[in-house]
């Protein structure tokens, strides 16, 4: 009688994940059954422990088998085949870990490229927390947007050593600005002018009006520069109110025009 060899705990798992953790003769799963390897060709008749051997039966299944050699050929080529998709799903898997792989080079030399801008232009790089953040940023705004947006950060707000932080800072307030920008540009607009009014009237400025008086304003996206030259020409909030009031009723009376030319200028023209 041949020696029963104990089965590694290695080829125990390849035998259990090749067969789909089934037993291979009722088909029932853990936790309705507990699973074991069973021999197909049993160890008293010369079986060994090589997998093409070896096969996932349940404990009932295997204890009822008993030492009776399997002849049935349909289990064999499941066995080969179960196998086969094994090997497949391994090579699947490579291929997908090297694809990952790539990715994340190419999410590398993109964080690579705003740290050589940044170093090019201002003499330092950022640290890990910087990398993280700039990568995050890329994954959400894209990279020539990040770009962009780095670029202007230096332009506006870096001048020396001690701007740097507060610079950096700005990237991702920039892609913010500029994503709510493309979104609808007139409330961009305003709540820049809104930012620019609360620091320069800290003591009275009322965001809540403010946006009351801008909106009666019907403003355009090219409006932007007058409308903060009107904001930069008033001296104190009240001054500001009372030009937001006066280019309010400007447009209220241009508009009210329009209305009247719409009604009557055929009949005018007539």
Known sequence: MAKRKAIPLRIRTEVFKRDGFTC????????????????IKP????????????????????????NIELDDNTIIAKQRKQLQDLNEKHEQLKMMIEWKEGLSN???KEV???????????????????????????????????YDCTEIAINQ???KEDDWESMFKKIAV????????????????????CK????????????????KLLDDCHLMPNEEETMFDLLKDAN?????????????????????AHRWLEKNGNKTSG
Request: proline share 2%; aromatic share 8%.
């Open 112 to 146: 690579n490229a705003i740290n050589d801008l940044l170093e090019r232009e201002t003499g330092y790089g950022f640290n890990d927390t910087g990398k993280k953040t700039i990568k995050n940023l890329i994954k959400k705004y894209g990279l020539n947007e990040v």
């Open 106 to 108: 190419i999410a590398e």
């Open 157 to 159: 707000y870096y001048n």
């Open 43 to 66: 160890v008293s008749k010369g079986g060994t422990n090589d997998i093409m051997n070896l096969i996932t039966a349940c404990r009932e299944c295997n204890l009822g088998k008993s």
């Open 196 to 211: 620019y009014a609360s620091k320069k009237f800290a003591d009275r400025y009322d965001r809540h009006e403010m946006m």
């Open 236 to 256: 104190t909030w009240d001054e500001l109110v009372d030009a937001l009031v006066e280019q309010a009723e400007i447009v209220a009376d241009i508009e009210e």
């Open 174 to 193: 920039i892609a913010k600005y500029r994503k709510n920008d493309n979104k609808d540009p007139v409330l961009f607009m305003k709540n820049k002018l």
């Open 24 to 39: 291979q003769y009722c088909g029932k799963t853990p936790p309705e059954v507990v699973l074991e390897i069973d021999h």
